[in-house]
C-alpha cells in the first residue's frame, strides 16, 4: 500500500483524485491537505509516502521542496511555477512535474513535436475554464518547448471549457491541426495514478512530463 496524501484537496483537481485514489486497490488516501480543510503539509509528512500537489503557482514550489526535504516523493500537478528552482535541491524525496496527465494530452505533445521537424511554422491555441489562474497553461509552455522554432501561444479562459489545446501547423498551401480536449476533470485519474506509482522509481529529479513513467 502506498501511503497517498493530496495538496489542495479541496480544490476542483484535488477533490477528483482524492476519489480516485480511495477507489484504487492498492493506494491509501491518508492525508487531505488544505487551509480550506485546516490541514498543513508539515502535519502529514510523516505520514505519506507521496504526496500529490495540485495547489497554486504560489504554492507548488514550497510544498514540493517540503516534500524532497522530508524524503517524501511528490507529483505536482500545478502548473505556473518555476520546477528548475528543485535542481541539486537537498533530501531523498523525488518530484515528478507532470504539466498534463491526460494520456491523450501527451501524445498530443509528442505528435507536435513531430510535426514541427516538417512544417513551415506553428501556434498553439490553449483553451480553459475561467477559474485558471495562470497563462498560458503548462501544457502550452511545454508543447512549445518540446517544438522546434518560435511556436507563439494563445489563451483563451471561458466558463464551459474543461481543458483544451490546438497546436496549428502551416506549411506551403496546407494546414495541420493536432487537438485535445479533456471532458472531464476524471481524464488525468489515469495518468496521476501511474505517477504515483512509479515517482519512487524515476531515474533523475526533478523530472518533467508523464512520458517517463508511461
Ligand atoms: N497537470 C494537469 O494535468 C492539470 C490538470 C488540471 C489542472 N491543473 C492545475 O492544477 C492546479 C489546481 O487546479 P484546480 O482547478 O484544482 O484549482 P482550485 O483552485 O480548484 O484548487 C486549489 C486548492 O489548493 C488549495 N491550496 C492553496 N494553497 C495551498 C497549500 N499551501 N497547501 C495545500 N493546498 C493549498 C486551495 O485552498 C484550493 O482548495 C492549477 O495549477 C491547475 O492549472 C493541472
Redesign the pocket.
Known amino acids: 500500500m502506498i501511503r497517498v496524501g493530496v495538496?489542495?484537496?479541496?480544490?476542483?483537481?484535488?477533490?477528483t483524485t482524492c476519489a480516485a485514489i480511495e477507489a484504487a486497490e492498492d493506494l491509501t488516501l491518508a492525508a487531505r491537505?488544505?487551509?480550506?480543510l485546516g490541514t498543513?503539509?508539515d502535519d502529514v509528512l510523516g505520514d505519506v509516502d507521496v504526496v500529490v500537489?495540485?495547489?497554486?503557482?504560489d504554492?507548488?514550489l514550497?510544498?514540493a521542496r517540503a516534500c524532497v526535504q522530508a524524503g517524501v516523493h511528490c507529483v505536482v500537478?500545478?502548473?505556473?511555477w518555476d520546477v528548475g528552482a528543485l535542481e541539486g535541491e537537498p533530501g531523498a524525496g523525488k518530484v515528478l512535474f507532470?504539466?498534463?496527465?491526460?494520456i491523450g494530452?501527451v501524445l498530443m505533445m509528442r505528435f507536435a513535436a513531430e510535426a514541427s521537424e516538417h512544417m513551415a511554422a506553428a501556434e498553439i491555441v490553449e483553451l480553459?475554464?475561467d477559474?485558471?489562474?495562470?497563462k498560458p497553461?503548462?501544457?502550452a509552455a511545454r508543447t512549445a518547448a518540446l517544438m522546434r522554432g518560435d511556436v507563439p501561444i494563445h489563451s483563451v479562459r471561458l466558463p464551459g471549457l474543461v481543458?483544451h489545446q490546438e497546436v496549428i501547423l502551416g506549411g506551403l498551401g496546407e494546414t495541420l491541426t493536432i487537438r485535445h480536449d479533456?471532458l472531464s476533470?476524471e481524464s488525468?485519474m489515469p495518468?496521476?495514478l501511474l505517477a504515483v506509482r512509479r515517482v519512487a522509481q524515476i531515474e533523475r529529479s526533478p523530472l518533467v512530463g508523464l512520458e517517463h513513467v508511461l
Open positions: 495538496a489542495g484537496a479541496a480544490g476542483r483537481m484535488g477533490a491537505v488544505d487551509p480550506a498543513t503539509l500537489d495540485f495547489t497554486r503557482p504554492t507548488a514550497a510544498n500537478g500545478t502548473s505556473g507532470c504539466p498534463n496527465f491526460a494530452a480553459h475554464h477559474g485558471k489562474l495562470d497553461s503548462g501544457t481543458a479533456s476533470r488525468f495518468g496521476v
